[in-house]
């Protein structure tokens, strides 16, 4: 191989090397952007905090499952619940609406709390089951 065409072979190698890392950066900020779209319009409808939702979630796996994904037809599962549903859900049965299971689970929750919990929940994946 000639000095020149070496240099040549080597300069696209480098052009490639150079492509394929703007394109890895292009992917990366897209990705960054869906998570903000996601962050402002679903988790923080009612001001909820998803990390101290984490955390709150423990009480529920017991009866929902672990991540909200229910292993029983008994409960429901609540990953990836409408927001509003959920909140408006959580709401209705502290009242005692319905569900008296529940109600004594929610009896001491929050505003805050149940918006935590459903900025956790709601972006977890739905499951494909009950
Ligand atoms: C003792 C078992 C139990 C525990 C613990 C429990 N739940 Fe429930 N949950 C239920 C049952 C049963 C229902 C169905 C109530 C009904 O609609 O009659 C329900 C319903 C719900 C619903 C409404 C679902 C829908 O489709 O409307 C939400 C939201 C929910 N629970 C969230 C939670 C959260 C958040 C926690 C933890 C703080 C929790 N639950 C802890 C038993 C439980």
Redesign the pocket.
Known sequence: MSTTAFAAALSLVVMAAISLTASAESTASTAEEATDATTREDAFRYGGDPERGAE??K??T???GYQGRSVTS???S?AG?DET??VE??RE?RAGD??H??AS??RG?TDQDIAD?AAY?SRLEAPDGP
């Open positions: 709150m979630a009480l529920c017991s009866c929902h008994r409960y429901p609540i619940m549903r959920f859900g959580m049965l319905r569900g299971r529940m689970m929610t929750l919990l929940y």
